[in-house]
């Protein structure tokens, strides 16, 4: 089955450790995302890879790291330095050209105690 | 300063009935338009999206509008079933920026009364 894989479902952590939100994709897409979903809010787009080894700020990059060391892969991590960690994460990948249909994980509720 | 807006957070509906959920956008580069739908705890799916070259798209229920010179874009649905309640979020792309950036509305939680 093709899709977007998003692990844990749920992730608790103390406040000040940083985490790391895994994203995997089996449809050959070339373009990924991170999204970030508060209540009552809209999406708001965290970084974003366009290519391997090449990946851009988004809206709300402050506190938050990347890397696209594989296609499949666009792992997140939300470091110490983010002020409020707490929320719904969201990957997306896409195939990465113009008009052009963005596909969502199931995301990750992050809960930062 | 929001570029795409859903000036209603919540729409109510009878079952059978037709659904408008309306989205509003400022940015006059957005030339391709997309709805989502999402349940709560799970991720958007995909439902149905516009290229500003067309001013209509239909797919089975769902059909979108687009009226570029009000910039304004609207998702019908007929007839409105129970298991279409679930928040609705636009999103918009300057297909030409090259960097496939989506920019959201905050969404509209339609309810389908049965």
Same mark, same amino acid.
């Given at each position: 089955?093709?899709?977007i894989t ?22 050959n897409?070339d373009?990924?995302y991170w999204?970030?979903?508060d209540?009552?809010?809209g999406?708001r787009?965290?970084?974003?890879s ?7 700020k ?7 790291s990347?890397?696209? *060391?594989k296609? *499949?892969s666009?792992p ?5 330095a983010q002020?409020?960690?707490?929320a719904?994460?969201l ?9 052009d249909?963005?596909?969502f ?6 809960t930062?105690? | 300063?929001q570029?795409?807006k859903?000036?209603s957070?919540?729409?109510?509906v009878?079952?059978g009935?037709?659904s408008?959920?309306n989205?509003d956008?400022t940015?006059s ?5 997309l ?5 709560p705890a799970e991720?958007?799916?995909f439902l149905?999206s516009?290229s500003?070259i067309?001013?209509?798209n ?6 979108v509008f687009?009226?570029?010179s009000?910039?304004h874009l609207s998702l019908h649905i007929?007839p409105s ?10 999103a918009?792309?300057d297909?030409?920026a ?5 920019t ?9 009364i049965?």
């Amino acid at each position: 089955d093709g899709g977007i894989t998003q692990s844990p479902k749920y992730l608790f952590r103390k406040e000040g450790q940083n985490v790391t939100l895994s994203c995997e994709q089996n449809l050959n897409h070339d373009a990924m995302y991170w999204y970030r979903q508060d209540p009552g809010q809209g999406l708001r787009l965290i970084y974003y890879s366009q290519i391997v080894n090449d990946f851009q700020k988004g809206d709300i990059a402050e506190g938050y790291s990347v890397s696209r *060391e594989k296609k *499949e892969s666009f792992p997140l991590t939300v470091t110490s330095a983010q002020k409020n960690p707490t929320a719904f994460y969201l990957c997306a990948s896409s195939i990465g050209k113009g008009t052009d249909t963005q596909y969502f994980g199931p995301g990750t509720r992050l809960t930062v105690l | 300063d929001q570029q795409v807006k859903q000036n209603s957070p919540s729409l109510s509906v009878q079952e059978g009935r037709i659904s408008i959920l309306n989205c509003d956008y400022t940015n006059s580069m957005f030339d391709y338009f997309l709805w989502y739908k999402k349940y709560p705890a799970e991720g958007p799916t995909f439902l149905i999206s516009i290229s500003s070259i067309k001013d209509k798209n239909e797919d089975g229920r769902f059909t979108v509008f687009l009226n570029k010179s009000a910039k304004h874009l609207s998702l019908h649905i007929v007839p409105s079933q129970p298991g279409d309640s679930a928040v609705y979020f636009c999103a918009a792309t300057d297909s030409g920026a090259g960097s496939y950036q989506l920019t959201f509305g905050k969404g509209t939680k339609l309810s389908v009364i049965p």
